[in-house]
């Protein structure tokens, strides 16, 4: 049996995640899901529960270092071990800088504790574990942590961020036994640019970027899992993602017009 642990597991990637890891491993995986909603939380580990999968639902802010180490210990005491650590839980933001009032900018700080410290923080709670299972980290970050986005500065910095964080990881960790993939999703069908902060650190209430191309959550799962299950570095998601990341080296204004190009009109820099 191999237990897995997933962030942000309520809705989204991190739900789909855990039905898709249920039902193809059914009895033999032992999921522990984290994330701030217990009522979706409950909901989501019901679902896995179907497939015959053990699931566990531990109701964790990753903001707090507290929670996210609570949350390690809980799992080795549910299970006595972790093979896999699925660092998923994140917040979007759409605002261009200029738009953001001093005494706003706090939630700058905010969006970094969720989507780079947390990963931290849970990593190295459950890395001694890993390294005994000889498992795998997986880090969620974005095509956001590869290009510059505009409109995007807190959320490309928290993602650059836990890029370089897990790059550096990686290759610490390269005689360990334990592999560390990095998932870069772009647009992906779920409700995580709606909830994000806008100027004012409110929800958005709407997605600043064009959706109509958006992946499915379902594909979006199926690819990370691939990555995790085959131990690859990295999972660039789209042919725009893997066109800009090395466009940047050569090009670099034609990908900050790609980028801006993402946008919707009323959100691009006048």
Known sequence: MKTIVITGASDGIGAELARQLAAAHGAQAALVLAARSPEKLGAVTD??????????????????????????????????????????????????????????????????????????????????????????????SSLAGLVGVPGRTAYSASKFAMTGFFEALRAELKSSGVSVTTAFPGVVATEIRYRGYNARGEAAGSSGLKEEDAMSVEECARLIIAGMTERRREVVMTAKGKLGRFAKLIVPGVVEGMALAALKENVKPR
């Open 47 to 140: 679902q896995c529960r179907t497939h015959g999968a053990q699931a566990v639902a531990i109701p964790t802010d990753v903001s707090e270092e507290s929670q996210c180490r609570a949350l390690i210990d809980e799992a080795m005491r549910q299970f006595g071990r972790i093979d896999a650590l699925i660092n998923n839980a994140g917040v979007s933001a759409q605002a261009l800088f200029s738009e953001v009032k001093a005494q706003d900018l706090h939630w700058y700080e905010n969006l970094m504790k969720v989507n780079l410290w947390g990963s931290v923080w849970c990593t190295h709670a459950a890395l001694p574990h890993l390294v005994a299972a000889k498992g795998s980290i997986v880090a969620v």
